[in-house]
């Protein structure tokens, strides 16, 4: 599953080293919103990776 523009902004944003209260306020959001939706785009990314390394052992 890709991650939404809104997942893309935050996870951006957090890899420049903004906390989850400062993204919210640049944002103009709530901050367990923020929360919410950073929780989600890991779940996508961990599950992405899952999927990767299972194809890669189907390879072999």
């Given at each position: 599953m890709a991650?939404?523009?809104r997942e893309r902004q935050i996870m951006r944003l957090h890899s420049?080293?903004?906390n989850d209260y400062r993204i919210a306020k640049k944002l103009r959001m709530e901050t367990p919103n923020v929360t919410r939706s950073?929780?989600?785009?890991?779940?996508?990314?961990e599950r992405a990776l899952e999927d990767l390394?299972?194809?890669?052992?189907?390879?072999k």
């Open positions: 991650l939404t523009e420049e080293g903004l950073r929780k989600n785009a890991l779940k996508k990314l390394e299972f194809a890669k052992n189907l390879k």
